[in-house]
């Protein structure tokens, strides 16, 4: 009787090694991809990113926030803002600043060419 108990138990620390070892495999391939990305040069990077986001949200107009914080920096955190907006302009996108509103809240959009 103690030994089925023994070997039930080694049976379920092995199915817990498993598991564990494919989540290490997991988020080893997840930082590996990660750091290729951002070798990448921006402007694919962005070229990328803009080629998923709907046209009809496209034309409403993107802000520039919005793409640094889906667009990873090649050393830290989230790409920077003025990289972000050469390569905007690179693809040919324009930006329009607007002052909106009786609360005077300003608001630059980025629209695709065309």
Not at 53 to 70: A, H, K, Y
Not at 98 to 108: I, T, V, Y
């Amino acid at each position: 009787m103690t030994s089925a108990y023994i070997k039930g138990l080694r049976a379920e620390v092995a199915v817990v090694a498993a598991e564990a070892q494919a989540q290490r495999a997991d988020h080893e391939r997840a930082a590996a991809q990660a750091v290729r990305d951002r070798l990448v040069p921006l402007e694919q990077r962005l070229a990328r990113l803009l080629k998923n986001i709907p046209d009809e949200i496209q034309q409403q107009g993107v802000s520039l926030s919005t793409l640094q914080r889906s667009l990873r920096g090649r050393w830290r955190g989230c790409a920077h803002s003025g990289e972000i907006g050469l390569a905007l302009r690179r693809l040919g996108h324009r930006r329009e600043r607007r002052w909106q509103g009786e609360a005077s809240a300003f608001r630059a959009l980025w629209y695709p060419p065309g």
